[in-house]
C-alpha cells in the first residue's frame, strides 16, 4: 500500500527557531514535493525534487530550504520560523514520468509558530 | 503559472443527491491533465478521478463523474448518490507536460452532507 508519512501532526515552535519537517515515501517514487496549504488560497508549491539532491523552487520559496540527500526522505527547512509561517504543510510523492502521474500525499502538518 | 479557478468555496448536499462542483483553468496547452482530489477532515488527500485532456469522453469512477468541457476550459465533479462519506475538501488540480511535474491547484470546496 502507497505510503508518505510526515514526521509531526502538529508543531508549535518559537519565532526565530529553525524548524525541520519530515517526509518520507516508501514509494521509490523519484519526485517529492513540500506545498503549503492555507484557507482560501488552496495548496501552493513551495519545491520539489526529482532526484536526489536536486532541488527546484516552486511558486513560495522564500523563508524555506530543503534538502534530499536519500530517495525515500525529503526535508523542508524554515531557518528562522516566523509567524506568517503557521499553516498546514503537505508532502507529496510521484513517479517521474508522465504528467498524468498521480500524487500521492502525506497526512500534514499543522505548524505554530508564536 | 497556469490559474485554476473554484468559484464555489463552500456547498452543500442532501445525503442521497446529486451535486455538481465546478472548476475551469487557464491554460494556452493543448496537451494536458485534469484531476479532482479530496481532503476529508483530519485525513490525508486523495485522488478521486482523472482526465487527460484529449480524450473527449468523460471520466467516471463509480459514482464520482466529470463534465470536461475543453472549449470553455472546464472542468466539473458530479457526486451521484452523496454518502456522508463524501463530506470533505475537493481540490481540482492541473498539470501539463509543459509544466514538468508541477501540479497547480485550485483553492478548494468544502462539501458538505446534509443527513
Known amino acids: 500500500d502507497v505510503k508518505v508519512t510526515q514526521s509531526s501532526r502538529y508543531l508549535v515552535k518559537r519565532t526565530g527557531e529553525k524548524v525541520f519537517l519530515e517526509c518520507v515515501q516508501d514509494m521509490d517514487h523519484e519526485n517529492m514535493f513540500w506545498y503549503r496549504q492555507d484557507p482560501g488560497l488552496g495548496l501552493r508549491l513551495i519545491y520539489f525534487s526529482y532526484d536526489v539532491k536536486m532541488k527546484e523552487k516552486g511558486d513560495i520559496p522564500e523563508g524555506y530550504s530543503v534538502s534530499r540527500e536519500k530517495k525515500e526522505r525529503f526535508s523542508l527547512i524554515l531557518e528562522s520560523a516566523s509567524t506568517n509561517q503557521t499553516s498546514m504543510y503537505l508532502c507529496?510523492?510521484?513517479?517521474?514520468?508522465?504528467?498524468?502521474?498521480?500524487?500521492?500525499f502525506g497526512p500534514g502538518t499543522r505548524l505554530t509558530v508564536l | 503559472a497556469q490559474t485554476v479557478t473554484q468559484s464555489q468555496p463552500e456547498m452543500s448536499v442532501q445525503e442521497a443527491e446529486t451535486v455538481t462542483l465546478s472548476c475551469t483553468y487557464d491554460?494556452?496547452?493543448?496537451?494536458?491533465?485534469l484531476f479532482w482530489y479530496k481532503q476529508p477532515p483530519s485525513r490525508q488527500m486523495i485522488l478521486v478521478i482523472r482526465?487527460?485532456?484529449?480524450?473527449?469522453q468523460n471520466a467516471t469512477e463509480n459514482r464520482f463523474s466529470v463534465n470536461f468541457q475543453k472549449a470553455a476550459k472546464s472542468f466539473s465533479l458530479k457526486i451521484s448518490d452523496s454518502q456522508l462519506g463524501d463530506a470533505a475538501m475537493y481540490f481540482c488540480?492541473?498539470?501539463?507536460?509543459?509544466?514538468?511535474?508541477?501540479?497547480?491547484f485550485g483553492t478548494g470546496t468544502s462539501l458538505t452532507v446534509i443527513p
Open positions: 488540480a492541473y498539470s501539463s507536460p509543459y509544466t514538468g511535474n508541477q501540479f497547480y
Open positions: 482526465q487527460e485532456a484529449y480524450k473527449q
Open positions: 507529496a510523492s510521484s513517479l517521474l514520468g508522465t504528467a498524468y502521474n498521480e500524487q500521492f
Open positions: 491554460t494556452s496547452e493543448s496537451d494536458y491533465y
